[in-house]
């Protein structure tokens, strides 16, 4: 745990557009002077922009990359290890927020989450409250099943009930294991599907991304899609979680 | 001003070594007695002072009560962590301990804590670059296990700050170790580093991008090495002589036993390191009473008693892995690095686990200070060999905080390239609260008991509001040595919120100046000092031996002219030696080395070679130990 330096880290500046260089004044790029190649203090912007990127979902993950390495080679505390110490807070500031923010998006899940948060939807807030609640009242999460799967679910649930039971008293029952094994397949190939479907929907979000501003209407629209597809994969996953634990003990 | 002097150090278990980037080359600077390696070992002298290294292991024996080694075991961790050390390291803790307070080991009636022990072992390679360069270091990047924690990394930039030395960076051992490897090959590619060295075992798995040097997963356990496979040898050793002769060695009252259960350490250790390379070796150690233990280990034996220990190393290689993405087709090359590599059977292990034949091109007990101090010249600035190369290293661990209900919630997860971030909010639960109380955990477990702590931090003079109305913002920031940074503003009024901070494990900032062992200011003096001292005990030493070479018969082999001029010399240097003037002393020694140069091949002709004996192993008790069941024959006792 740090101890000087945590006083030393004071909260990020406020925010301040200024478009030139704080040390040999020329116009900067966004985070480093094309110029002098100083790091300027951070400016707060959200993750699509720091890379200079449209807030679109079907990205091209190799130019991420290469964007993510050239600015790492700018930023990154090691090459401004010389530099005053303002520079030096300044430069891991900035290289924070450039990983944070390569971490959020080179990952189509986070990604996605990242954009619908931008768009007001708090996923997993959402899913955190409802979590804290379910424990400060020592319930269980109450879970919406989404409807296409409450049959399967709830034949699986009754067959991880036996499983249990059956690990509990000792006994095997092959028959039962294969049933759930091909259950938790079947799961995990409607988990990959989903993204394939969350991906039909990233080409609808950029094409109205592209035609500029798009009605609120249209945009709601694919955004509720998205959390649909979100909130199921999501069910999905932890449902494969269970079946594991499961099969495991 | 001269360009930054910064030296990479490896501060290890067993052995610490300094390096430095000569031109486009890391090399190893050696100690004053000429060896590359320091052992970690430090011990307090007759009137208190502390020695390190070969001289300490040397000390040892006749004081193991003033000596102290695998200190780093102990680095950031509290009296209820190490329970499991106890029983097999002769870590003397202070009468007077608390838990939850920073360890304190006895060294004679002196305490020191952990930073402060590695600390003088720091100083000491510090000494070593201050001579090699001429003057004072005070700059250095530390490496540290990939796999340490908050508290580990902290208490190691705390020694170095005690040291006198600024500590630039920290940096993982298996990255430095790539960083080394990837000098002169320039390739692309995903490399896995696989470090086991006297204390630590990490897996690091890197991709290898035009000089970028990319962690993308690493794993690892801060307790598994050399070490333990000792201790196993030791544990056999010592029931065997129970169990047949009816002597236990290891209670830790019978003094006079730690010689013996010391060389018995020193008998397993050099087993260790021949079975390496022959099929079989045989323990032979007196005991007390003037019996002796014998025992034939066959490699095949020892490969089955050992294979416990290494297969702990799987676990984490397959995390790694699997945390990457990645399958063992996939990577491309496989480095080893620490002395416990040399091991034929973690070898034939690794090869198995990565399906390809493991890289030993570079010394494993040299290759992280070379890493180091490639990184210590990318700080500096670069030269040419390294101007582009970049480090992008990974938090080992998911950071946490304490949620309702004991259960973590983790907000930056492990294997995120650092520096890097996240942001809380919270806010008051009644009206007016003033203070918000944050539990800091480190970990990958559900519930934060099974977590390891950092540290607790009030939030402090949050403005009067309704219960729910302040919104403080908090962000917790890991900075490029692996430290986590906490700041907190309240959002509503704008105000900067104070942050108290109560570390978990560690030594508070009035602590370590504290402790501080040179004062930077006299930093030059001190040199100046240390330098006249060394030259005067070097003109002693020189003086003594030439007192020796006129009674040698080689000094009737030199002519007249030869003796007067070494007489002039002579003469010369113990004028000087009285003088303050160590670089002139320096000078005088150097001219009478070179004129005594055909005394000394003369006298090399003739001399007889001594071998060194007496035993300079370090002495253990040993606590209550485990038995450990094996899978050889009876040991034989005569």
């Known amino acids: ?249 | 001003m001269a360009p930054d002097r910064i030296v990479g150090i490896d501060l290890g278990t067993t052995n610490s070594l300094v390096a430095f980037m000569q031109g486009d080359t890391p090399v190893v600077i050696p100690g004053d007695d000429g060896l590359n390696l320091l052992p970690s070992v430090v011990a307090l002298d007759p009137n208190h002072q502390p020695v390190i290294g070969n001289a300490a292991r040397n000390a040892l024996i006749e004081t193991p009560e003033r000596a102290v080694y695998s200190i780093k075991r102990l680095m950031g961790r509290g009296v209820e962590d190490i329970q499991q050390e106890l029983k097999f390291f002769p870590f003397r803790l202070a009468d007077d301990m608390q838990p939850g307070e920073v360890l304190r080991i006895k060294l004679g009636d002196k305490t020191f804590t952990p930073p402060e022990i590695s600390a003088l072992i720091l100083r000491q390679l510090k000494r070593s670059a201050d001579r090699f360069f001429g003057g004072p270091v005070t700059k250095a990047v530390i490496t540290v296990p990939a796999y340490f924690n908050d508290a580990q990394r902290q208490a190691t930039k705390d020694a170095g700050r005690i040291a006198g030395l600024e500590v630039l960076r920290l940096v993982n051992e298996p990255t430095a170790a790539s960083l080394a490897y990837g000098l002169d090959k320039k390739q692309n590619g995903i490399i896995a580093v696989y470090d086991f060295g006297g204390g630590t075992f990490d897996i690091s798995i890197l991709k290898l991008h035009d000089q970028i040097f990319e962690v993308i997963a690493t794993n690892g356990d801060t307790h598994l090495g050399g070490d333990d496979i000792d201790n196993l040898l030791i544990t056999i050793a010592l029931d065997d002589i129970r169990g047949d002769l009816g002597l236990d060695l290891r209670n830790n009252d019978l003094r006079g036993n730690a010689e013996t259960v010391q060389a018995i350490r020193k008998a397993v250790i050099e087993a260790k390191i021949a079975l390496s390379s022959e099929p079989s070796v045989k323990l032979d150690i007196e005991l007390p009473g003037g019996k002796r233990y014998q025992r034939e280990i066959t490699r095949e034996q020892y490969e089955q008693l050992i294979q416990p220990v290494i297969d702990r190393t799987v676990g984490a290689c397959k995390q790694a892995m699997k945390d990457a993405g990645l399958k063992p087709e996939q990577i491309d090359e496989v480095v080893l690095v620490g002395g416990s590599t040399r091991i034929p059977k973690v070898r034939a292990l690794v090869k198995e686990l990565f399906h390809r034949e493991p890289h030993i091109d570079l010394n494993p007990d040299e290759v992280v200070a070379l890493g180091a101090a490639v990184q210590a010249n990318i700080l500096g600035g670069g030269s040419e060999a390294t101007e582009n190369m970049l480090l992008l290293d990974v938090t080992p661990l998911s950071l946490g905080i304490e949620v309702a209900g004991g259960v973590t919630d983790k907000i930056i997860l492990r294997n995120s390239t650092i520096p890097a971030s996240a942001t809380q909010f919270y806010t008051t639960q009644i009206d007016g609260q003033a203070n918000v109380a944050i539990h800091v955990l480190q970990g990958e477990r559900e519930l934060a008991k099974d977590c390891r702590s950092l540290a607790r931090f009030d939030l402090k003079g949050i403005p009067g509001m309704a219960a729910g109305i302040p919104r403080v913002e908090v962000r917790f920031l890991i900075d490029a040595n692996g430290i986590l940074h906490v700041s907190a503003r309240e959002q509503r009024s704008g105000k900067e919120a104070e942050i108290q901070v109560q570390p978990s494990y560690g030594l508070t900032d009035e602590q370590v100046e504290g402790m501080i062992l040179d004062s930077f200011d006299n930093a030059e003096e001190d040199f100046r000092r240390r330098q006249l001292i060394e030259a005067r005990s070097e003109t002693a030493t020189i003086l003594a031996a030439l007192e020796k070479g006129k009674k040698d018969p080689a000094w009737g082999q030199l002519t007249t002219d030869e003796k007067k001029k070494i007489a002039k010399m002579e003469k010369s240097l113990v004028a000087l030696h009285a003088e303050e003037d160590y670089k002139a002393i320096r000078k005088a020694i150097d001219v009478l080395n070179q004129g005594t140069m055909r005394l000394a091949e003369l006298m090399m002709d003739t001399a007889v070679s001594t071998a060194l004996k007496g035993k300079n192993l370090d002495e253990t008790d040993l606590g209550e130990a485990p038995t450990a069941p094996h899978p050889m024959a009876k040991a034989e006792f005569e």
């Open chain 1, 1 to 249: 745990m740090t101890k000087a330096a945590l006083t030393a880290i004071s909260a990020p500046p406020l925010p301040q557009e200024t478009h030139s260089c704080w040390s040999c004044g020329s116009m900067r790029a966004a985070h480093f002077c094309e110029s002098c190649g100083k790091v300027q203090p951070p400016v707060p912007v959200d993750y699509f922009s720091f890379f200079g990127l449209a807030p679109k979902l079907d990205l091209d993950i190799k130019a991420l990359e290469k964007s993510f390495y050239e600015l790492s080679r700018k930023l990154h505390p090691d090459l401004n290890a010389r530099a005053g110490s303002q520079e030096q807070e300044w430069s891991m500031e900035q290289s924070s927020l450039l990983n944070d923010a390569y971490r959020t998006l080179k990952d189509p899940i986070k990604r996605t989450q990242y954009l619908l948060h931008l768009e007001g939807v708090e996923l997993e807030e959402q899913s955190k409250t409802a979590t804290e609640q379910a424990r400060a009242t020592g319930e269980t999460k109450k879970q919406i099943v989404p409807p296409d799967l409450l049959e399967e679910v709830f034949e699986l649930n009754m067959q991880l009930e036996e499983l249990r039971m059956n690990k509990k008293t000792g006994e095997d029952d092959p028959a039962l294991s294969e049933e759930v094994g091909k259950q938790k397949l079947s799961l995990e190939s409607k988990h990959e599907a989903l993204l394939g479907e969350l991906q039909t929907y990233w080409k609808t979000w950029d094409n109205l991304i592209d035609r500029g501003p798009a009605p609120l209407a249209e945009r709601a629209q694919v955004r509720d899609k998205m959390v649909d597809v979100l909130n199921r994969r999501n069910y999905i996953h932890n449902l494969v979680r269970d079946v594991n634990a499961a099969m495991e003990d």
